[in-house]
């Protein structure tokens, strides 16, 4: 009797397991079929979904989503930003559930146009400083520097190159990018994960904040009414001037793919300009869907630096002034200041 009884318990826990590992294997079995090409589709292209059940399991529903957006099996893609996106579609059969993840990368569907730039005027510039951050504010030029122990926030004359106010920032951290916005000067440092702000007039410091889900410090810009942010990765992050808290980022992409060691920024006549390490060339880039719309040529200006390097004193350093609607380029140790036109070849 007591044999039968294990036999039944036996039996009964093998049914079970086998069931459980029945309903494991169905949700297992389910995948999604797309249009995306080696998982990349542009963005003028509709998303076309299916699901694949090749076990023919009896399905009550399937819904899909883009990043958390709930989206229909051919999905217009123009109102997304551009970049790796998580498309999850949630089956429900038997009252079981099962869920499929995969990544979709959305492209560019326009290739930027080719620029370059015209030389205004050239002016002399500090060429100890590392420049990793420039700013025009109401007519005033800022610059911050890098390099442990070296790193400061100077207000210069752009005609002379001469510091008029400057602050030197604590040796253990490495100076990154600025920003101005309502006399406040917001900076950047590289890999201490953390910023701080400083009186725009005095720069005297005013506070520091810790970052958010970005990986370091490097570029930073406002459109007036929040920051920009980014981290030598392909996103720009951006960020609430009152908290500073990074509430939302795009991704930096053209028709090929995303672009990636996004260095400084700034930003001018509605998009996003971004040196990016080691090349000789600017990005404009639409702030609302990451795509790069224009690249400049700047091999103009890096032919008159003496001793410029593709790694090392490189093009770093993008101002706009509104006054003059004219840009101010610069880089890491050099002895010139560029005030340029951007031109179409």
Known sequence: MKAFKYLTIIFLATALLSCGDNVELQKKSFSVSTNAKNGTISIDKTLELSLKNPKNIEITSVNYELNGKPITPNQ????????????KATINFNEETAIVNQTIALLSHVAPKFLTVEIINTFPHDKTSFTQGLEFSNGVLYESTGQYGESKIRIIDYKTGNSITETAIPDAFFGEGITVLNNTVYHLTWQGKKGFTYDATTLEKKSSFNYGQSKEGWGFANDGSKLYKSDGTSLIWSLNPDTLIEEDHIQVCTTKGKIGRLNEIEFANNKLYANIWEKNGIAIINPKNGAVEAVIDCTLLTKQIPNF???????????????????????????????????EN
């Open 309 to 343: 390097s593709i790694n090392e004193n490189c093009l770093n350093g993008i101002a706009y002034n509104p006054e003059t609607q004219t840009f101010f380029l610069t880089g890491k140790r050099w002895d010139k200041l560029f005030e340029v036109k951007i031109i």
């Open 76 to 87: 217009v893609l123009s109102d997304f930003k551009l970049g790796e996106h998580t498309l």
